[in-house]
């Protein structure tokens, strides 16, 4: 069977096993607040035997007509330089309505599916949560739910605490993840300017997350923006996908009749609207989105071990556009229809009839590991620019400290000088000494005029660094 034709298949079996789950419209039966005890359980943990996010990220470019199929270029880092924290979507089948913390197989595929080629950028964490399950609810905020969030917030105040080391986050979800994200991003992390700081950027497509109309900030968060531009740091991608108009109740893309789990009332939809950030046009790409799938992670985890390169990336396929309609903010997906193009229309095959939830991550993959490596690359710079400011601001206090000693002691042979010249004058009226007096003078004022000198040249450094703490400032902003 072909490669192709497998991918078919996986599409079909995706859908039902990647959603929301059953439940999403079910009653609210609560599942009660009780937490796990004992240490986190790590899906993605670095050093960790059986890190799902270790395996191999190679794979094949399947390029469009009239292009030879190349080897992905992803390689990881020899130190990451910063982390990504990672929360999986719905993918539990457990019978309760809320999951254990078992590593089931499908949530280990939809592990390496979603977060595993962001080590290539990053050191991967995710923890095992008491998610909701297809057999639980998620029709609003519940028992489940919180019981959901706060196991994921135990997950990551275990990693802030014990892995994290002060070091830059990116904050990766899907779906609940990215649910679950989006309210740590909410009570952690927004009204926190010190872990603010540090937040590289957040990835939460599947979650209708809240702006004002036309806005990038001021709804569910206070301070933390939707990104706007290629290289911010601090900012929020977020997205739900569709093709063509949603629907006037679609669950996502709207917030008066779509998934809201938050521990807060719904919006007025008159004047916020659900976040919608193009991902192919904050990449430095050309603009169209690029498919990223791991084959043999198919239908579930593999029997044996990993093939050497099962990664497969479909770009220059599809292109997406953000869009508002009648209360609706979504991607809008589209193809590229390029002449000779056979590839097939993977997207299509998971979609809920214009609804391309489910593959939204996959779809868009390639492109946000772009905005994460151009995201940590600008953080990692300030981090630069940082040192800079700070080695230019001790440089700054110590050469004020020498301008004010220069200028104490050019003001000091001033005054010596002036009397030495007095003296000068009376000798020479007086006819005693003169000679050895005005000596002293001109001495003196020989002295002043190299203390003036150094004054000068320490004033103008003094100068020359406010300039270059203002510029750095600036580029730090």
């Not at 059953?22 to 937490?35: E, T, V, Y």
Request: proline share 6%; glycine share 10%; net charge positive.
């Amino acid at each position: 069977m072909s490669e192709v034709n497998v991918f078919w298949r996986f599409i079909a079996a995706v859908a039902v096993s990647v959603g929301l789950g059953a439940g999403f419209l079910a009653g609210s039966a609560s599942a009660g607040f009780a937490m796990e005890s004992g240490d986190t359980v790590w899906l993605c943990k670095p050093g960790q035997v059986d890190d799902l996010c270790a395996g191999t990220i190679d794979g094949t470019v399947d390029p469009p007509p009239g292009q030879s199929a190349t080897p992905l270029t992803y390689t990881r880092p020899e130190v990451a330089p910063v982390d990504c924290f990672y929360l999986y979507p719905t993918q539990s089948e457990q019978g309760t309505p809320n999951s254990n913390l078992d590593k089931d197989p499908p949530i280990r595929r939809v592990a390496v599916q979603q977060a595993r080629m962001f080590s290539s950028v990053c050191d991967v964490y995710a923890p095992m949560y008491r998610q909701v399950t297809y057999n639980g609810s998620q029709a609003s905020h519940n028992d489940q739910v919180e019981t959901a969030y706060q196991s994921a917030l135990a997950g990551w105040k275990d990693y802030l605490e014990n892995y994290n080391d002060g070091r830059g986050f990116i904050l990766l979800g899907h779906s609940q993840g990215s649910a679950h994200i989006a309210r740590l991003i909410d009570e952690e992390i927004d009204g926190n300017p010190e872990l603010r700081d540090r937040m590289v950027g957040a990835f939460a497509p599947g979650a209708n997350i809240n702006v004002p109309v036309g806005k990038l900030v001021g709804g569910m968060y206070e301070n933390v923006p939707a990104c706007s531009e290629g290289g911010e740091i601090g900012c929020l991608v977020a997205f739900s996908t569709y093709k063509g108009y949603p629907g006037d109740t679609a669950q996502f893309s709207r917030l008066d009749t779509g998934y809201w789990i938050y521990d807060l009332p719904r919006p007025d939809a008159d004047q916020q609207e659900v976040v919608c950030v193009n991902p192919a046009r904050l990449d430095g790409g050309d603009g169209t989105l690029e498919l990223l799938v791991n084959f043999d992670y198919l239908f579930a985890p593999p029997a044996g071990p990993e093939s050497a390169a099962p990664w497969r990336s479909q770009p220059d396929y599809y292109a997406g556009e953000c869009m508002r309609q009648n209360g609706a903010h979504w991607l809008n997906l589209n193809t590229l229809d390029l002449p000779g193009d056979t590839r097939p229309d993977l997207g299509s095959l998971v979609a809920s009839g214009n609804n391309y939830h489910v593959p939204e991550v996959n779809l868009t993959e390639g492109n946000l590991l772009r905005i994460a490596q151009v995201q940590t690359d600008a953080y990692v710079a300030r981090g630069g620019l940082r040192a800079d400011l700070s080695a230019a601001e001790a440089k700054l206090s110590n050469k004020q400290k020498k301008l004010k000693k220069a200028r104490k002691q050019r003001r000091k042979l001033g005054k010596r000088a002036k009397r030495a010249g007095k003296k000068c004058k009376a000798a020479k009226r007086s006819g005693r000494k003169a000679k050895a007096k005005c000596k002293t003078k001109r001495k003196l004022r020989r002295k002043k005029s190299k203390a003036g000198k150094r004054e000068k040249k320490l004033a103008g450094q003094v100068k020359t660094l406010k300039t270059e703490i203002r510029d750095l400032e600036s580029q730090i902003g």
